[in-house]
């Protein structure tokens, strides 16, 4: 009798474990992490989003694109062709190193200028195009007297 309560056990444990592979959320191709410079903006000043790209797979040739739907906040340039963005990759292991050194590879970082006329929140959309699909991140931009 109870080995057929662990079995019972074990086929619904199974179950909950293909719900939740199912129901996980896929990893996307690549991080973009956005940041304003300062993190508050003036009005009539100029700042800056700083966009970081981390790839999770070799990407082709990208392209990063920040676009804002009111015409009151300046961006600049529109577009950055990236290149191509590669994983980071750990070095071979030396003798005397640990089995697996982390990787610690360069983050690829490009700036937009943003400049506003008048006080407000403005979002700001940021895509990286590349070959086979698109990564795409929003940032609410507060822009003060």
């Not at 592979?21 to 996307?28: D, L, T, V």
């Not at 071979?92 to 407000?120: D, H």
């Not at 929140?121 to 931009?141: C, F």
């Amino acid at each position: 009798m109870a080995g057929q309560g662990n079995i019972a056990a074990a086929i619904a444990l199974g179950f909950l474990l293909v719900l939740a592979a199912g129901c996980a959320p896929r990893a996307e191709d690549a991080e973009l992490i956005l940041t304003t410079v300062p993190a508050a903006l003036k009005r009539g000043e100029t700042g800056a989003l700083e966009v970081r790209m981390i790839p999770n797979r070799d990407l082709g040739p990208a392209r990063l694109a920040a676009r804002s739907a009111d015409p009151s906040l300046s961006i600049g340039p529109e577009a950055y062709e990236v290149g191509t963005l590669a994983v980071p990759r750990a070095p071979a292991s030396q003798p005397g190193s640990p089995p697996n050194p982390p990787a610690l590879g360069l983050v690829t970082i490009r700036n937009f200028t943003l400049r506003a006329e008048r006080p407000g929140s403005y979002a700001v959309t940021v895509t990286l195009a590349y070959g086979s699909g698109s990564v795409t991140r929003s940032i609410t931009v507060g822009v003060g007297e």
